[in-house]
């Protein structure tokens, strides 16, 4: 079978947004995914704004690849979310629509309970590159 790059994002948007408590919360629930290694937390502040960033890597038999998180108190239009995690994986499978498929299958079974167990969350999704907001360029 084919290895195909099968990203995918989650984006969250939290009841109440406490970003001291939510790092913690969001870490306990992403350390209990055995394929998550080398989480490590992350606090930046850049020009008057604050968030925390958990990092690490995925290791799956079809190639071990990034994992990022963002997790921030205010929302915008641009950003309406809490919580972004970009998970760069590759899925094996007949071809890119199945990989897909099972990277976004395999992000919902595994993340999405055990951030809702931790955290709660207005909405919660699990999105592919292209359907990730993107700002038109003239």
Known sequence: ?????????????????????????V????????????LAVVSRKLEG????????RVDIPAGSREFFAMIKKDTTPREPYNLFIRID????APD???ARAAAKGWI??????????????RSIRVLQPEELYRPRIS
């Open 89 to 92: 994986i590759n899925q094996e």
């Open 49 to 56: 704004k604050q968030w925390s960033e958990i990092l690490g």
């Open 1 to 25: 079978m084919a290895k195909f790059r099968a990203d995918h994002y989650l984006t969250a948007e939290f009841e109440k947004a406490d970003a001291s408590t939510d790092t913690k919360r």
């Open 108 to 121: 919902e079974s595994e993340f999405v309970p055990r951030i809702r167990a931790k955290i709660i969350v």
């Open 96 to 98: 890119i629509g199945a």
């Open 27 to 38: 870490l306990e629930a992403l350390q209990g995914i055995k394929e998550l290694k080398d």
